[in-house]
């Protein structure tokens, strides 16, 4: 069910940003920085850097804002592109007239993003802001050994399709026709990752179609990762204006061991999603969801499909439209547990699921203002659950 436009300008503006950042948890410092030291202070010196970037290397930026003229792709091993001072809020790196689809010569289909990663082991990518982007922010090809990638304290803000994405592991440069088997792509595929310590916002729903249609967008889109860890981040306001956008953290196709933990995803579409009802095949293997907080205003807080051996436990999910349920695990789900969960909505199960000590129901007025993320107990919460606090 849709919601009326008066329903969509009551309910969508973003809450108040900085009492959701006092909320999260502060990324500590970077240590200094060390190996070869690039020192950039103009777009034109960053896209050069990027592109010419050396092995152990680091780039640093002054405080600016970077109008990109053209992507760049970031294809040597060991190297961190930072911030000088260490404040994300201080660099600002605007693809608003920016030529997204650079490929530096490199036989592969654009990622069209403002900066893209190819090949490259243990990048870091931190403490910068990637802005304006009418595709993605950091876009990695995730059948080129992208491993150990670290997306540190970035923020990325109104960026019109996905912040942060990770192609198939089995299309080879992203192509649909030339593609690795199932086992040469699980040989490749990106590991050993992590988003740690970022935000995700857009300042208003995405109202029209752009480079893809209006509904098509998230916070991030990561495919076939194993053993990667997204923590600590917040999201805000990834929608579209008529409500059917993409997650704030979608993971699918074939990924194993993603630990999601203590994550903040406020005012967008959808929340959690692990899987997707167009893939028939498996998605996630033994994901962990935990900690997290998700206050959704469209669609659903989590969504599992076709996985398999996921935890989701100690989580806060508060739907503000009841019209769809606020946890669904679809067909195709095997050996899940769902277990000390406070889901404020309701859930829908169509397979087998170890569902355990979970409060679900209505819990309106049980939480000082669960909106805009704070879930201090009211004298109502208190007689409800006792104790209990988040």
Do not use: E, H, W
């Given at each position: 069910m849709m919601l009326s436009e008066s329903e969509i300008s009551t309910l969508r503006a973003n809450p108040p940003l900085e009492p959701?950042?006092?909320?999260?948890?502060?990324?500590?410092?970077?240590?200094?920085?060390?190996?070869?030291?690039?020192?950039?202070n103009t777009a034109a010196e960053f896209v050069e850097a990027v592109d010419q970037a050396k092995d152990k290397s680091t780039i640093l930026l002054a405080d600016g804002v970077y109008k990109i003229p053209r992507s760049c792709v970031?294809?040597?091993?060991?190297?961190?592109?930072?911030?000088?001072?260490?404040?994300r809020e201080a660099v600002i790196l605007d693809g608003q007239d920016c030529d997204l689809t650079y490929t530096s010569g490199?036989?592969?289909?654009?990622?069209?993003?403002?900066?893209?990663?190819?090949?490259?082991?243990?990048?870091?990518?931190?403490?910068?802001?990637?802005?304006?982007?009418?595709?993605?922010?950091?876009?990695?090809y995730g059948d080129s050994e992208v491993w150990g990638l670290n997306i540190y304290n970035v923020k990325f803000h109104n960026i019109w399709v996905r912040g942060l994405k990770g192609s198939n592991q089995n299309r080879i440069g992203d192509s649909f026709t030339n593609t690795h088997s199932p086992e040469k792509g699980r040989a490749v595929r990106p590991k050993d990752g992590q988003v740690k310590y970022c935000l995700f916002i857009n300042d208003d729903p995405k109202m029209e179609d752009g480079i893809d249609h209006i509904n098509y967008l998230a916070g991030m889109d990561l495919m076939g990762i194993k053993d990667w860890t997204i923590s600590d981040n917040l999201f805000i306001g990834i929608?579209?204006?008529?409500?059917?956008?993409n997650a704030g953290i979608f993971i699918w196709q074939d990924c194993e061991r993603v630990l999601i933990e203590r994550n903040i995803v406020i005012n967008c579409d959808q929340g959690i999603n692990l899987g997707n009802f167009g893939h028939r095949k498996l998605n996630v293997d033994q994901g962990i969801v935990r900690d997290n907080i998700i206050v959704s205003h469209a669609l659903k807080a989590m969504e599992f499909c076709n996985?398999?051996?996921?935890?989701?436990?100690?989580?806060?999910?508060?739907?503000?439209?009841?019209?769809?349920?606020?946890v669904r695990f679809l067909d195709g789900a095997t050996g899940d547990h769902l277990h000390h969960n406070l889901i404020h909505g309701t859930l829908k199960m169509e397979s087998p699921v170890d569902n355990q000590d979970n409060f679900i129901g209505d819990f309106s007025d049980c939480f000082v203002n669960p909106e805009y993320g704070d879930f201090m107990l009211t004298e109502k919460g208190h007689e409800t659950f006792g104790d209990w606090t988040c």
């Open positions: 959701l950042l006092q909320a999260m948890k502060k990324a500590p410092a970077l240590a200094d920085p060390s190996g070869y030291i690039v020192r950039v970031l294809q040597a091993n060991d190297v961190t592109i930072r911030s000088a001072s260490g404040q490199l036989d592969i289909v654009p990622l069209l993003s403002i900066l893209k990663i190819f090949g490259a082991k243990n990048a870091c990518i931190a403490d910068i802001t990637f802005k304006n982007s009418d595709k993605y922010g950091i876009a990695f929608r579209s204006r008529v409500n059917q956008g996985t398999s051996n996921c935890q989701a436990y100690n989580n806060i999910v508060y739907a503000t439209n009841t019209n769809f349920p606020s």
